[in-house]
């Protein structure tokens, strides 16, 4: 009887196709998206190797770890390298996966080493597929895809944390209020922090009726106590319409929202 043996070898899209021909019958049903996400980590040469998550085939010849793996080389067409475990016991199959945990997007970020880890987050799993043509809104970010972003756009991600931060007794939904911050520091970098800052309750000026950040102030705070319910991504819809409103020097009493997601602040300089 032959003992298992594990070896690095090339992976082609034949040779992946054949062993998933192999595909034992209790494998999990596939996920077409994670599949996408893996083939475009090959695509992009993102993919590597070191994995301790072995492609198992069993003494019978079966694929019984690894189909995800061996969908993405066929999908994308790339010859990859990966470690390759041969004869494993039949009934290892019931034993695969039981300590799988994926990491989350704040995961990765904290990796990055970013502050504010967890609302930065949120920021880029709302903005990466707006921002990343590319990726299918709720699509998996790949691990390039959240540093590149990060390093890019550090600055104004820890300026909107921050600024959404200090607004915490304000707004329920800091990371989502942040990534429309995000938005509207990319218009203008200091304008948008100085409006920001009016929408904390620590403000030391009191603002008139009809001004727009008092009225953003206000809509966060009925969302956070309840009395309404906002629309999906509301607080980042909010923050953009309400500092376009300020930026054209308009006053604003109440603040519309749809199912539609503004991507840049709609604004006339009028000042």
């Given amino acids: 009887m032959s003992n298992p043996t594990i070896q690095q070898i090339d992976v082609d899209p034949d040779y992946a196709k054949s062993l998933l021909g192999t595909l034992d019958p209790r494998q999990r049903v596939q996920r077409p998206r994670h599949v996408q996400f893996l083939a475009r980590e090959m695509e992009s040469g993102n993919w590597h190797s070191t994995t301790n998550d072995l492609i198992v085939v069993s003494k019978s010849g079966t694929l019984i770890n690894g189909q995800h793996r061996m969908a993405a080389v066929v999908l994308s067409g790339v010859t990859s390298k990966f470690w390759v475990m041969y004869d494993a016991p039949d009934d290892s199959y019931g034993v695969m996966d039981q300590g799988n945990s994926p990491r ?131 607080p980042m819809k909010a923050a953009i319409r309400a500092y376009s409103a300020w930026i054209e020097g308009k006053k604003l009493f109440v603040i519309k929202l749809d199912e539609s997601m503004p991507t840049t602040p709609k604004v006339k300089v009028t000042i």
């Avoid at 967890?118 to 880029?124: E, G, K, L, P």
């Avoid at 989502?176 to 800052?197: M, P, Q």
């Fill in 104 to 234: 989350t997007l704040g995961d990765y970020v904290r990796g990055a080493g970013a502050m504010y880890s967890s609302m930065i987050a949120t920021i880029c799993r709302l903005l990466l597929p707006i921002d990343n043509k590319d990726l299918a809104i709720s699509s998996r970010a790949s691990t390039a895809d959240i540093q590149r972003y990060i390093n890019d756009e550090y600055d104004r991600l820890l300026v909107a944390a921050r600024l959404a931060e200090s607004s915490r007794d304000v707004c329920a939904s800091k990371g989502t209020f942040a990534a429309g911050i995000v938005i509207c520091l990319r218009h203008d970098d200091s304008k948008a922090a100085e409006f920001f800052e009016m929408v904390s309750t620590s403000y030391p000026h009191g603002l008139d009726a009809g001004h727009p950040a008092r009225t953003l102030r206000d809509l966060l705070i009925a969302d956070r106590l309840k009395k309404r319910q906002l629309v999906k991504g509301g």
